[in-house]
């Protein structure tokens, strides 16, 4: 019998921790990305509600996955990412929620650099000294494929069975149902997972749900 001790949560960041998209200049980032790879299309990724150029900025670096420039590429983003620390907004629950599993693994999988999830965590007051955060890198695929995942639950030796990814978007669903985690969605729209999605009414109710 696995009991409450042996899981471990992983969330996603933007939108599910905290809204930093919502303040991205994602227009520019998007174009000093593309003045450094050019322009993109018919790049395969989940659908979202995101802006256009949020999506088309998460889809260049999915694109140039490999290449060289890629670095290059999330640098010229990651700036404007940084940029909007200061203005983001706490998801509704977030200390309350962080709180119900601070005896519990948990890490943190996400399409923004290490250094902008720490940075917007710590502006919010949750301390990353010693949690687990996986970013984007030139070394793994993004979500959604399953490298994230994985990876932290190497590092927390748990095998993902016993792993909940709690996320807002298909980007998520698709890394958790990749790697083999459970899933509970926190969506900012009903639409934005698909029908018979498990999912919470918020982030604090995902948490009680993915240690009941
Ligand atoms: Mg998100």
């Given amino acids: 019998m696995m009991g409450a001790m042996s899981r471990a949560l992983i969330f996603d960041l933007d939108r599910t921790l ?13 174009r000093d990305a593309e003045a450094i790879i050019g322009t993109q299309s018919e790049i395969a990724v989940p659908a979202t509600d995101w802006s256009a150029d949020t999506q088309a900025a998460m889809g260049l670096l999915v694109a140039c996955s ?3 420039l890629w670095q290059r590429v999330s640098d010229a983003i990651e700036r404007y990412e940084m940029a909007a620390i200061p203005s983001s907004a706490p998801m509704p629950g977030l200390a309350e929620a962080w709180a119900a599993c601070r005896e519990v ?11 902008v999830a720490r940075a917007a965590l710590d502006w919010h007051g949750i301390d990353t000294g010693d949690l687990i955060v ?7 695929r993004p979500k959604p494929a399953a490298d994230g995942l994985i990876a932290v639950c190497e ?13 807002d978007s298909s980007w998520d669903l698709g890394a958790a149902e990749a790697a083999g985690t459970d899933f509970i969605g926190v969506p900012t729209r ?14 604090e109710a995902a948490v009680a749900a993915a240690l009941a």
């Fill in 18 to 30: 905290v809204d930093i998209q919502s303040f991205t200049d994602y227009g520019s980032a998007r």
């Fill in 155 to 167: 590092q927390l030796g748990i095998d993902p069975r016993h792993a909940v990814m709690i996320g």
């Fill in 134 to 140: 996986i970013g984007r890198r030139a070394d793994q």
């Fill in 105 to 115: 693994p948990r890490a943190v999988v996400t399409l923004v650099p290490e250094s």
């Fill in 190 to 203: 009903p639409e934005n997972l698909p029908p018979g999605t498990r999912t919470a009414v918020n982030l």
């Fill in 66 to 68: 490999g290449n060289p």
